[in-house]
């Protein structure tokens, strides 16, 4: 079993749906961080936290560290919103333990 | 200044090729770090460097060999490598252990 589960795995929406990925993790850890990667590569870091909730324009993250998961939620989701979220966890040391992904398509 | 910026963009090399690989940031992080990524893979760690310092090599074959030569350039050299060494080499940079990180959009690499 993978220490960082992110579901779903893929997941299609139509434009303005609000969107939903979870992040179950079964370490210790010091901090969580929300990725995003457009096809091509490059990746954005969206979020990084380590409690609570926090919230970027249309994006929304939250964690729950008793529970050990964390979700990341789009609002009014929009076509360009269409990209990989990856959801890392950071335990002591210097190492990103990262989820499969979870692919996101929008379609207008 | 806030990017990570890896150089070159891609990269077709054969195998008995010597080349390197560039990042950059000018944002003062203390860590850089080298990733490899497969097609619909995550990244996976190879090496870290800490104040100028290898503190993480996880068991990366000697054909790969990283350079930090100052605090904001960090190199990864490629020698004899691999048809399955071709991938997504992302470099990204962080000031600590609480604070996020910055990537680059990666190098492309194809080993022919």
């Known amino acids: 079993k993978n220490e960082v589960e992110q579901s779903p795995q893929n997941l299609t929406a139509q434009e303005g749906e609000f969107i939903t990925i979870n992040c179950s993790y079964s370490?210790?850890?010091?901090?969580l961080h929300w990725l995003q990667q457009h096809p091509g590569g490059g990746i954005v870091s969206l979020f990084m936290l380590s409690s609570g909730k926090k919230k970027h324009g249309r994006l929304i993250a939250t964690i729950n560290i008793q529970e050990k998961h964390s979700s990341l939620h789009i609002t009014a989701s929009h076509p360009r919103d269409s990209a990989v979220y990856i959801c890392a966890v950071r335990r002591t040391n210097e190492k990103l333990t990262f989820g499969t992904g979870t692919r996101l398509t929008i379609i207008p | 200044d806030t990017e990570v910026t890896q150089t070159p963009k891609h990269l077709v090399m054969g195998m008995t090729n010597k080349k390197s690989l560039k990042c950059e940031q000018h944002?003062?992080?203390?860590?850089m770090y080298w990733y490899k990524q497969k097609a619909k893979k995550p990244p996976e760690l190879m090496f870290v460097y800490s104040y100028e310092k290898l503190s993480i090599n996880e068991s990366v074959p000697s054909r790969f060999s990283p350079e930090c030569p100052n605090s904001s350039l960090l190199n990864l050299h490629l020698h004899a490598l691999q048809p399955e060494d071709s991938a997504l080499y992302l470099c990204?940079?962080?000031?600590?252990?609480?604070?996020?990180?910055?990537f680059g959009s990666g190098t492309r690499l194809t080993v022919v």
């Open positions: 370490v210790g850890i010091s901090a």
């Open positions: 990204a940079s962080s000031q600590g252990a609480n604070y996020g990180y910055t």
């Open positions: 944002m003062g992080h203390r860590a």
